[in-house]
């Protein structure tokens, strides 16, 4: 098979949970095709070596930002969602549309952004397409908007989700084919696109480079980690300091807490004055705090899909603390692979437990990675994409509906 497949960012280097998927998948895709990757870019891209390892073509196209001004009329006034226009010009459009003409045997967007550039091709109308959904985009602004306070970014966020509900119901059912990383976002697809084959593909874990290794500090550290200027992560990060940091200081005082993650605010800089708190921004590698770490905290309150933060930390042998929302779509068990808390009280105490007791730290940590190793591997993940994939290529309008 010969597939496109457009991203709306350079999968390389994988420093977000967006990219590590789209980088993942189309790794596991490329060991059954030949893939050619199509990208938008704002100002100088990356090095794309470790993508030609295996894409045959890495194509990347420049995107110039009007000015701000007009983009903040266009915001206001546009009935397309921002989160679809940001990623595309009309000279990307015309650039990408005009490769995309090529033979291909199927066609993926990744994200529902990028859906414009492989929809109403000339001449390709029957060419199977799928398209990979991280999460249903307008539940998430929805979201967001309901727990932001009163502002110009909470209108904004509504008004986004609103377009994006419209775009997303008028794109769906244009797809033969979509993945999605849960069960929730598949029952939501589904809707969307009627007779729309949905496989549910979990984000997982590179086991062979997230492997147990434990080096745990002398004091008792909690680890929390994350893309840190995306805003469920900073509501997340925000409000364990505010409801849960001061009771388990108060029963652990040499707590120590790491905040690892890409460009933090400066609300999440702030922290790093709290007596026993680090927070490092980006860091190369995140192997070594998962190792140093007593437990991993996923204190989430919003998002969809699956949390690969969670896969990662179970992969390495990491006990983890949970909401319920932050281990969505993960078929982990209370007391079995992870601890869940249910309010910021029992996550106190759940917490507090787990950072008192070795040896549930230790059965927690093999479970977990015995888990991860069985079912959440990306190697896995990428061979069922892949198959996913062909069977959409081969028989499109007989392709069925999957689950985990």
Same mark, same amino acid.
């Not at 098979?1 to 991203?7: F, G, S, Y």
């Not at 059954?32 to 990208?39: C, N």
């Not at 400066?266 to 800089?269: A, H, L, N, S, V």
């Given at each position: 098979?010969?597939?496109?497949?457009?991203?709306?960012?350079?999968?390389?280097?994988?420093?977000?949970? $967006?990219k590590l998927?789209?980088?993942?998948?189309?790794?596991?895709?490329?060991q059954?095709?030949? #893939?050619?990757?199509?990208?938008v870019?704002?100002?100088?891209p990356?090095? #794309?070596?470790?993508?030609?390892?295996?894409?045959?073509?890495?194509?990347v196209?420049?995107?110039?930002?009007?000015?701000?001004?007009?983009?903040?009329?266009?915001?206001?006034?546009?009935?397309?969602?921002?989160? *679809?226009?940001? &990623?595309?010009?009309?000279?990307?459009?015309?650039?990408? !549309?005009q490769?995309?003409a090529?033979?291909?045997?199927? /066609?993926?967007?990744?994200?529902?952004?990028?859906?414009?550039?492989?929809l109403?091709?000339?001449?390709?109308?029957?060419?199977?397409?799928?398209?990979? !959904?991280?999460?249903?985009?307008?539940?998430?602004?929805?979201? *967001?908007?309901?727990?932001?306070?009163?502002?110009?970014?909470k209108?904004?966020?509504?008004?986004?989700? !609103?377009?994006?509900?419209?775009?997303?119901?008028?794109?769906?059912?244009?797809?033969? $084919?979509a993945v999605?990383?849960s069960?929730?976002?598949?029952?939501?697809?589904?809707?969307?696109?009627? %007779?729309?084959?949905?496989?549910?593909? #979990?984000?997982?874990a590179?086991?062979?480079?997230?492997?147990?290794?434990?080096?745990?500090?002398?004091?008792?550290?909690?680890?929390?980690?994350?893309?840190?200027?995306?805003?469920?992560?900073?509501?997340?990060?925000l409000? &364990? &300091?505010?409801?849960?940091h001061?009771?388990? /200081?108060a029963?652990?005082?040499?707590?120590?807490?790491?905040?690892?993650?890409?460009?933090?605010p =400066?609300?999440?800089?702030a922290?790093?004055?709290?007596? $026993?708190?680090?927070?490092?921004?980006?860091?190369?590698?995140?192997?070594p705090?998962?190792a140093? +770490?007593?437990?991993m905290?996923? =204190?989430?309150?919003?998002?969809? %899909?699956?949390? /690969?933060?969670? *896969?990662? @930390?179970? @992969?390495? %042998?990491?006990?983890?603390?949970?909401?319920e929302?932050?281990?969505?779509?993960?078929h982990?068990?209370?007391?079995?692979?992870?601890?869940?808390?249910?309010? =910021?009280?029992?996550?106190?105490?759940?917490?507090?437990?787990?950072?008192?007791?070795?040896?549930?730290?230790?059965?927690?940590?093999?479970?977990?990675?015995?888990?991860?190793?069985?079912?959440? +591997?990306?190697?896995? /993940?990428? !061979?069922?994409?892949?198959? &996913?994939?062909?069977?959409?290529?081969? +028989?499109?309008?007989?392709?069925?509906?999957?689950? #985990?």
């Open positions: 098979m010969h597939i496109a497949v457009v991203t709306p960012y350079l999968p390389w280097p994988a420093d977000t949970g $967006g998927r789209s980088y993942y998948l189309m790794r596991g895709l490329a059954a095709a030949q #893939v050619d990757l199509y990208t870019c704002y100002g100088t990356p090095a #794309v070596d470790a993508l030609a390892d295996f894409c045959c073509k890495v194509d196209t420049a995107l110039l930002p009007p000015p701000m001004r007009w983009r903040q009329m266009r915001a206001l006034t546009q009935q397309l969602p921002r989160s *679809v226009t940001y &990623f595309r010009t009309p000279a990307s459009m015309t650039a990408i !549309r490769k995309l090529a033979e291909y045997d199927l /066609l993926i967007a990744d994200e529902i952004s990028m859906a414009p550039y492989v109403d091709l000339p001449g390709h109308a029957a060419t199977p397409k799928v398209i990979m !959904r991280q999460k249903i985009d307008y539940l998430h602004y929805a979201e *967001v908007a309901q727990h932001r306070p009163w502002n110009q970014h209108l904004l966020d509504w008004q986004e989700a !609103r377009r994006l509900k419209r775009f997303e119901s008028a794109t769906m059912p244009r797809f033969n $084919g999605v990383c069960q929730e976002d598949a029952i939501v697809a589904a809707q969307q696109g009627a %007779g729309l084959a949905v496989d549910i593909i #979990v984000n997982g590179d086991i062979e480079y997230f492997t147990p290794m434990r080096q745990p500090d002398p004091d008792p550290t909690l680890l929390l980690i994350g893309t840190m200027h995306y805003y469920p992560n900073i509501d997340a990060v409000h &364990f &300091f505010q409801t849960m001061p009771a388990l /200081l029963a652990i005082p040499n707590l120590k807490v790491l905040v690892v993650g890409h460009l933090p =400066p609300e999440i800089q922290l790093d004055a709290l007596p $026993g708190v680090t927070v490092t921004g980006s860091v190369p590698d995140v192997r705090y998962l140093r +770490s007593w437990l905290a996923v =204190p989430l309150r919003l998002g969809g %899909g699956t949390r /690969l933060k969670i *896969v990662e @930390a179970m @992969a390495m %042998g990491l006990p983890v603390v949970s909401t929302v932050g281990a969505q779509g993960i982990a068990r209370h007391e079995e692979q992870l601890l869940i808390a249910v309010d =910021p009280a029992d996550f106190v105490a759940q917490t507090i437990r787990l950072l008192n007791n070795p040896s549930l730290r230790h059965s927690l940590g093999e479970a977990g990675h015995a888990l991860v190793t069985a079912k959440y +591997s990306w190697q896995a /993940l990428g !061979r069922r994409f892949a198959e &996913f994939c062909a069977e959409i290529a081969q +028989s499109p309008e007989r392709a069925e509906h999957h689950g #985990v």
